[in-house]
């Protein structure tokens, strides 16, 4: 009589092992999956039960977008790479890179007061290394390195046609455009060149797509004042527009039409507001950070200049912004208070009244630039 009671319970659990298991009850888990992919809400789907959350990252389910940063140790030169989940409100850790990657430097003993830039971009729902410097100073990177967070797997892109660094990097719809820069050596050549590489093929599991190469433009920039600094090209409107100095010195600014494959002088109004970093937002609105004054500012193509949205001074010390999907994250020096380290600053602009907070950083790094790309998945298991 004893055993009895046990026994029903074993059954009653493995009965609920089961109705967990089910997505919708009475309909096949093909028709349920169509179904909740409509559910527009992520946060809601995560909330139900557990074989919706796991539903929710899988591959084959329309991902959510999440926040992924490059870190450093603050005395390392060791590189890490994180992604945060803004429904569990958790960082993980990305898989390594492989283990043929070469060091990409992020300080050398030759220039203790200022740190080296690894440049990336976000392009087509991967994150991309584009340009570092290596040991001797050359540089780092041959081809990109490119992390595909649905396969949840580091790629090689191929080869560049001149492996560069300190130069201008974007993208611009599914392509990735780099551009001046200095290669093992200065080259004028080098310096006024525009390169692309079109992600638009297919992304094979194992390594590039034979499709991918980087095509040289017939576009050139007038000089070379583009190599001297590591900068954003910032993709907006078909087109690329990029600055050669960061921050709020006195700088130059073009802007790349791409279809046209031809150059020009940036606005003027742009130009003048251009002082701190800039991102834009589905490549159809800029936004930008005053990096002394702490301001966010949208730009406003009609009258040539940019509009405050907020200020404050956690803003105060950008250094990098994305945008997507409402809101503007901006990576800034000393918001933890002691004017050391870094954090995480983001914005949602599409309140009437724009809100805005920190967000805890991985711990025990640094963030050094952030992008916005869908989330990681995982293997969906029962």
Known sequence: MADRPIKRQKLTNH?????????????????AQVCLSNVRCPSLVFSVCKSWRRLLYSPSFPPFLSLYTTNTYNSSNSLHFSAFDPLSCKWESLPPPPPDQPLLLHQ?????????????VSASGNLVLLAATTHNLNAALSRPLLFNPILRNWLFGPPLLTPRRWCAAGSLGHAVYVASGIGSHFSTDVARSVEKWDLHATVSVKSCCSGWRWEKMKGRLKDGRFSRDAVDAVGWRGRLCMVNVKGDAAKEGIVYDVGRDTLRDMPEGMLKGWRGPVAAMDEEILYTVDETKGSLRKYDQETDCWVEIISSGMLVGAQQIAAAAGKVCVVCDGTDGGGGGSGIVVVDVRAALPRIWLLDTPP????????ILPRMSRPLSR
């Open 108 to 120: 050398h003993s030759s220039f203790l007061s200022r740190t080296l830039p690894v440049q990336s």
């Open 15 to 31: 009965q609920e092992e089961e109705e967990e298991a089910v997505l919708l009850p009475g309909l096949p888990d093909d028709i």
């Open 364 to 371: 025990g790094f640094q963030v050094l630039t952030v992008h």
